[in-house]
T-cell receptor, first 113, second 110 residues
Framework: EPEVTQTPSHQVTQMGQEVILRCVPI?????FYWYRQILGQKVEFLVS????????KSEIFDDQFSVERPDGSNFTLKIRSTKLEDSAMYFC???????????FGEGSRLTVL | SQQGEEDPQALSIQEGENATMNCSYK?????LQWYRQNSGRGLVHLIL?????REKHSGRLRVTLDTSKKSSSLLITASRAADTASYFC??????????FGEGTQLTVNP
């Protein structure tokens, strides 16, 4: 069964460093998303992406964040200068139709020291 | 209350019993979805109910939606130890952005 894959599974970084989280969405999906979950808290929407541009972003997704689809398969989330409060599990998701069920990856755990 | 709040926060039952989780939300929705998350893992979609539907079944899952009360419930029948996980409701309003609730931690004791 096709699945969304994310790398790395866990990354530890120093505050102020740049981090890139990678995702390979399901191959025939066109809509891509990043969500995050701070430990013990609920899952929060960051950004949606379609047709090579951001469709919607939340207030969390400030200038420190960016997304890119550099080729036909990868979808990346970049955090330019990490802060302690960026420590969280980051989930990538995709869907074919832009509505309904989202297919989530297993997540990338980011720890900022 | 926030969009997508579940209760109870935690539920502990014996194998074979039914588990009921509730979710309330505040705004109009296109659909409401339930997801499951095993500890430290990704979210797995369980079931989606559209705003014009009142009840839906999938295997041992039954979900109801009351748009007048802005609430939903997820019933898991004949629970198993493997059902132990966190369960989240998520509402879809405009576009495809999902707003998740706080989740219910379900523990099924063998």
């Amino acid at each position: 069964e096709p699945e969304v894959t994310q790398t790395p599974s866990h990354q530890v970084t120093q505050m102020g460093q740049e981090v890139i989280l990678r995702c390979v969405p399901i191959s025939n999906h066109l809509y891509f998303y990043w969500y995050r979950q701070i430990l013990g808290q609920k899952v929060e929407f960051l950004v949606s992406f379609y047709n090579n541009e951001i469709s919607e972003k939340s207030e969390i997704f400030d200038d420190q964040f960016s997304v890119e689809r550099p080729d036909g398969s990868n979808f990346t989330l970049k955090i330019r200068s990490t802060k302690l409060e960026d420590s969280a599990m980051y989930f990538c998701a995709s869907t074919a139709t832009g509505a309904g069920e989202l297919f989530f990856g297993e997540g990338s755990r980011l720890t900022v020291l | 209350s926030q969009q997508g709040e579940e209760d109870p926060q935690a539920l502990s039952i014996q194998e074979g019993e039914n588990a009921t989780m509730n979710c309330s939300y505040k705004t109009s929705i296109n659909n409401l979805q339930w997801y499951r998350q095993n500890s430290g893992r990704g979210l797995v979609h369980l079931i989606l109910i559209r705003s014009n539907e009142r009840e839906k079944h999938s295997g041992r899952l039954r979900v109801t939606l009351d748009t007048s009360k802005k609430s939903s419930s997820l019933l898991i029948t004949a629970s198993r130890a493997a059902d132990t996980a966190s369960y989240f409701c998520a509402t879809e309003t405009s576009g495809s952005r999902l707003t998740f609730g706080e989740g219910t931690q379900l523990t099924v004791n063998p």
